[in-house]
């Protein structure tokens, strides 16, 4: 059944007429063309038992029209998009209406009730539920882009040099990514040397790399559409025992948590799995973020890895393991794979080794 189709089903079942999706991200996911339409609207419109409509400024039609199988219609800067809509569309929108609530902002939302009077329900949760089993053919993109993500670390793991700033090492890695032909990256890059590290959201600078001490490296790439996300932290000269021993045991808490996903198991209980690692070392103060989140077509998606979360482990789902270590003004120390659940268990999108390097 195409993804289209499991939004009518879902209308029929609940007896509405109209899903209004607005999210650029979830209308790529759901019909293959992607478009950013800034400040202006863009809405697709999907019907019970009727084609779907997308509505675009007039400006992205021509290659929107190109891609897609069904209506495309532009509006004009000139032209009051809510007016238009409402000319077009083949409904009367008086029965409930599903939208996008964590993508709607109030300026949609009071231009939309103008068009549509009925209730306005959440469908937010129930695109969550589609995008949380990814197909083959989306882990065959996940591996594609983790494969890049391999390739950029090694990037920055060549250019290390105690000349070099976190910025510099940034701009060698994000330089190659592009002329390797990747989209972009899925977020910041980060690199982050000694106790710049020591700071789960440390923001990169001018610092230069520092000697005996660790350097951490948290980057993604996204291409085909979807992304990937990965930390590894490397040795600098010749890092202290303190050091390498928060390593050691940041590493089994990480491996350790990668061998215990298997489908059956809790979200809730993956992540103890690292943190009972961690506590029983003595750190379990300094690890004070969930173990991981999912990713696909955005780098933050579900099932969210977190003391809590009963959800239960499946097949096909996609995830990040990554468990931290943050002493601050001492040592910061993060490994990261995503990957996706199989009967056997989880198979990281990534390769790099995680055995402690020295640079
Ligand atoms: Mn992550
Ligand atoms: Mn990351």
New binding site residues.
Partial sequence: MSKLSTIQTFLQEKGAEVAIISSPTTINYLTGYYGDPHERQQFLFVFSDKDPILFLPQLDQVRASQILSFPVIGYLDSENPWEKIKAILPVKGTGPIYAEFDNLNLTKFNGLKTVFSGDFKDLTPTINHMKLIKSEDEIKKMLVAGDFADKAVQVGFDAISLEATELDIIAKIEYEMKKQGVDKMSFETMVLTGDNAANPHGIPGMNRIENNALLLF?L?VETLGYTS???RTVAVGRPDAFKKDIYAICLEAQLTAQDFVKPGVTAAEVDQAARHVIEKAGYGNYFNHRLGHGLGMEVHEFPSIAAGNDLVIEEGMCF?I?PGIYIPGKVGVRI?DCGYVTKEGFQPFTKTSKELLYY
């Fill in positions: 948290d993604g996300d990965m930390t990040s990554e990261e």
